[in-house]
RNA sequence: GCCGCGGUAGUAUAGCCCGGCCAAGUAUGCGGGCCUUUCGAGCCCGUGACCCGGGUUCAAAUCCCGGCCGCGGCACCA
């Protein structure tokens, strides 16, 4: 019953809170019966934030119109972008982890015959030709604005070419169709441009059908078919693409087809972070394996994952963004700012020292209350309960706090360990820092201004390694942490005070060790 | 160079289509205060922007023209 209730409140609260930010109604959907959209990937690498926002807006779109959102896997190009095969999969889980869901998926390397069945259609049309010209003297009647010889063959003339060309008889670079094009056009990568080349699939076979299929179609005759195939009512995709709606409307309007509604979108950047595809794959390469592709300095959305960003996070600024060909610099600091709230509610809190000294403090009365501490793991949301950090019964106590705690404390004359007692520094630094237990009051605190610091009993310790992207560079803390750390499932976020929210990556066996990144402060 | 798309505070965004209600809203940042056994969160106050120049109009962030700047494209890549 009452799961039930909080089922009907968390809908109603998600429904207000997509309210705020409404996406601008998509163009001409009167025309249509159902909005179709999708998302088109190619599976040559994982996905980064800049995919994100097409893809969200998207799927988001297609739901608010109650329509159908596809995904396709774009890999048509098995030689200078051939597909990872691990690809297909990295990108379904990076969706899902957003939050994106799809009613239908296609392969295009799977759809082969189809486009070479459209593509005959095309050439009888005499909308295509077969170009026998090497890739420089094609070029040359390009400038010219002059037609190639090959560009007055019959469609049957053409259509023969078309089979020679599927029958392996040509090489690599021997033969391409090319779509009829306006020649007049300004741009001269519209003119003629190629539908389909011959690639040596036994020298790059594809990681999915091998050398089965010698002929490719390019992006644009495959992309611009299969929207048309799979019924795409709107298209939203980066505005690197403007010019390919140009191309693909060639081969529309030569087979009498309607092109989808267009929207371009603008590039995402992300501040300190690294997306380039090209520039990772560099780094990937360059470090023979010791970085990974979840590299915590990458925009991967894996690596947005590790680092501890909540997909609700990148969602909410995607729609903030909004649908637009303006490109954004996301900054780092509103994203931590956004992740925080989220985060800040159900991150347990722990304390941790890092360049930890150790002090010794005297006098620390024999109470139980002084000796067991019952910390609770939050300072409102019960509901992560309590540790106990017991203190032992020997008359001094040695904790570690952090050097730069420490100068406070030789400054100030005395500090306060949190959540345990006041301490007063007693006689001098000698080989240890020995200090005086000075009682609880916390008023005394408040009114002399005391720093309040984090502390680590040395009795019991877990050792803590913590990863710290800076500057594009990955700095790693080493310091200690209350044993109750190790308690916490890898993959949980918590927050060590006064320092930041971090990840739990990795646990030691004998729980005497742990391995975070560190997400922000 | 050619073609396309944009330019609202440090960053991002709302408003621009359908001119007045915009001495421009929101988030984050920054400054200050309250609260707090965190340098976190929360609450309150403050800070700060319509790229430039012309035109149309009683009235322009919004419409028109020119300039400047930024981004993207100009592949047998997607």
Redesign the pocket.
């Known amino acids: 019953m009452r799961e039930r209730f909080s089922d009907i409140f968390e809908e109603a609260e998600q429904l207000k809170h997509r309210k705020e ?1 409404v996406l ?1 109604p998509l163009p001409n959907v009167g025309k249509y019966r159902v909005v179709r959209t999708r998302f ?3 599976p ?1 690498f994982y996905i980064h934030l800049g995919n994100a926002r097409p893809a969200l807006l998207s799927y988001e779109y297609a739901r608010e119109y109650r329509g159908v959102f596809i995904l396709r896997f ?4 098995p ?3 051939k597909p990872l095969p691990e690809a297909y999969k990295a990108i379904r889980e990076d969706l899902r982890w957003l939050g994106i869901s799809w009613d239908e998926e296609y392969v ?1 390397s799977m759809r082969m015959e189809l486009y070479y069945r459209v593509a005959r259609e095309l050439i009888s049309r005499g909308g295509a030709y077969v ?1 026998l ?3 420089d003297e ?2 040359k009647f390009k400038l010219e604005r002059r037609e190639c010889p090959h560009r007055f063959q019959s469609p049957n003339e053409a259509l023969e070419l078309f089979d020679k060309m599927l029958s392996s008889y040509f090489e ?5 169709v090319r779509v009829k094009t306006d020649l007049a056009s ?5 003119i003629d ?2 539908a389909f ?3 040596n699939t036994t020298r790059y076979p594809h990681p999915l059908t091998g050398d089965r299929y010698v002929v ?5 005759f ?2 611009g078919v299969d929207d048309r195939l799979m019924g795409v009512t709107h298209i939203l995709r ?7 709606t140009l191309k693909q409307l060639y081969v529309y309007r030569a087979l009498e087809w309607e092109y989808p509604e267009v929207i ?1 979108l ?2 995402l ?1 992300l ?1 300190e972070m690294i997306l380039s595809k090209s520039k990772i794959k560099e780094l990937l390469k360059k470090s023979g394996g010791a970085v990974e592709v979840d590299d915590p300095r990458f925009g991967t959305l894996r690596s947005l994952r590790r680092r501890g960003i909540s997909p609700e996070v990148i969602r909410d ?1 995607i729609m ?12 780092w ?2 994203i ?3 992740n ?2 989220k985060v ?2 159900v991150a347990p ?1 722990v304390m941790a020292v890092f360049n930890p000294v150790r002090i010794v403090v005297r006098g620390v009365p024999r109470e139980p209350s002084l000796r067991s501490l019952k910390l609770s793991y ?3 949301n019960t509901s992560l309960g309590f540790r106990t950090i017991d203190l032992g019964v020997s008359d001094d106590i040695e904790v570690f706090i ?1 050097r ?2 420490l100068e406070h404390l030789l400054k100030d004359g005395s500090i ?5 007692c006041n301490i007063a520094l007693e006689g001098g630094i000698r080989e240890l820092v020995e200090v005086r237990y000075v009682g ?1 009051d ?1 008023e005394l ?2 009114k002399e201004g005391l ?4 502390w680590v009993p040395v009795d019991s310790y877990v050792k803590i390694e913590l990863i710290k992207p800076e500057n594009l560079k990955l700095r790693v803390l080493r310091g200690v942490a209350e044993e109750s750390i190790a308690e916490f499932d890898v993959g949980r976020i918590l ?1 060590l ?5 971090i990840k739990l990556e990795r646990r030691g066996r004998d729980k005497k060790s742990v391995k975070a990144v560190y997400i922000h ?1």
Request: hydrophobic residues 30%; glycine residues 6%.
């Open positions: 930010k601008p088109a990937p190619n040559d774009e890999d048509t190009d030689r200078i972008k295009q170009d010209c090497k890739r094609f070029r690599e670079g021997e033969a391409v300004h741009d001269p990568s519209l441009w190629v080349r011959v690639i490719w179609p390019t992006y644009n495959a992309a980066g505005k690197e693409h403007a010019i390919n371009n603008g590039r950047k501040e600024i903030e963004v909004g649908v637009k060909g303006t490109d954004a610099t996301i900054s600091e509103n931590a700012s956004l925080r709230k800040d509610l809190r939050h300072p409102s952090g730069e705690d306060r360990l949190m959540e345990f609880t916390l605190v408040r720093k309040i610091v984090q927050q005070m006064r320092i930041g929210f402060d």
